[in-house]
């Protein structure tokens, strides 16, 4: 197939298609078990969220280096994203599926010796690993859906995959939230905690939770067999999700390897590599695109990992009742997708980010200087707005692109995730540090952290809006298209 037959990430700027397959029939196949890789690399993303907070207690570790577990989790896609890239342009994209995929179950197995050594660095081995695999099927799977068609629908065609994100995500959350957490024996300490103590029920919930971390050092001093018994039995509890998902894992892997799959961008011919980055570097929207991927990537990270030290610090949750309220989160942003999506048919991609992006940043505001339950509601109500920025970032910065070039440009965005891997180790060293006093109101070092986030919607912000005032007609068609 060549460039001038094939479709592509060009999809962004062309006219209406309301007459053209989004899937044709003999595209179907392929689409459907493509489309599950959205699912796995979303219940990888969102089962690990979690275990930022656990990790904490189980090690008795700061917020900061408990975040080192999305830094090495984010920071493997930077590690693979462009090598990726580089060997899918010159191999199928069913290739590039099939390594990420193996990668993905290695990744997951090696939280077994991780937990029976006992050993934070080979749990953050593990995830660094499994992201290896991500990378490439991210990679591969977001450009290989693009092409699967007409290019008048692709960006209608992505959206659609991506749909199923958040459904693996969800996935993740809950089985974190039914199988992981309640199990920990670190959360029933601190239950027993609360219930020795009936003072805590008239403290302010950050003071109870310093003082049961307290608790819990001192109670490894004091009971150190009894303290690494729990620690032992905690790190099997968070190993066993792992595990089954490297088993489905290779078994998906073994569905692509005897699949008959159709190659829409395969490149036998050299690559002009420094044509093509002079190409991408010169397009300020593919450059503000990465930029931007990166920052939002960061605020996804940090409102739904931090979502649980939200609860629990300020509100007085449990580990589990705050994943809770991460799960209704993730219930809104999916919802969020679909209605986004059916927006777009009126609103041209960069206004819709713009708007969503403002949107993100009230609530966060309200996040940061709304107490109790309602500051809670806020950080929830931000997902609504976060739901359609990761495609539709992706669909602008690939715009006019062909297919080979597309995946080497995705690449770029998908490196971009190291937004995920830098921002939220910043928010857990803010986590650790003192509040402050802003307009005569007391903000806990919690509620401080979250103008990270906050920075990062004004970010998307600026370029939705850019996008929308700089690139005329071509964003408007896009939204016919989408």
Known sequence: ???????SADAATVGPARDLPVVPTQFIYPFVIVTTLFALWGFANDITNPLVRAFKEIFLISNAQSSLV????????????????LVIRKVSYKSGIIVGLLLYAIGALLTIPASM????????????????????LETTANPYILS???????????????AFNPIGSLTGMVVASTFILPALQVSEFRETQLQAHPEYAT???SEVDGLITTAMEQHAEDHFDERQAMVAHDLDVVKTPYVVIAIVVLLVLVVFAVSKLPDTGHEEEKIELKALLKHLLTSWRYVGGVVAQAFYVGAQIMCWTFIIHYGMTLVGLSAAQAQNYNIIAM????????????????????????ILAVGGGLLTTGAI??????????????????SLMFPTIYGIAL?????????????GLIFAIVGGAFMPRYQGGLIDGPGMTIAGQTLESVRVSFFLPLICFVVIAVFGFAVYLFSGQTEKEAAAAS
């Not at 197939?1 to 479709?7: G, H, R």
């Not at 830094?71 to 890239?85: N, V």
């Not at 200087?369 to 609504?384: E, H, K, N, T």
Request: aromatic share 14%; glycine share 10%; with cysteine.
């Open 70 to 85: 999305q830094w090495a989790f984010y920071g493997g896609y930077a590690t693979m994203a462009i090598p990726a890239a």
């Open 331 to 354: 219930v809104i942003f999916l919802a969020s997708r679909f209605i986004c999506t059916f927006i777009l048919k009126y609103l041209s991609p960069g206004l819709l980010l713009g």
């Open 203 to 205: 403290m302010l919930p």
């Open 1 to 7: 197939m060549t460039d001038e037959d094939s479709p």
């Open 148 to 162: 699967m068609g007409p290019r008048e629908t692709a960006t209608q065609r992505l959206n659609l995959a991506q």
């Open 117 to 136: 050594m006992m050993n934070f660095n080979v749990f953050l081995v593990g995830f660094y690993v499994l992201t290896f695999g991500l990378a490439f």
């Open 369 to 386: 200087f709304v107490q109790g339950m309602p500051g809670l509601y806020c950080l929830i109500g931000v997902s609504a707005c976060m």
């Open 399 to 411: 715009s006019g692109l062909t297919p080979n070039d597309a995946k080497l440009g995705s690449a």
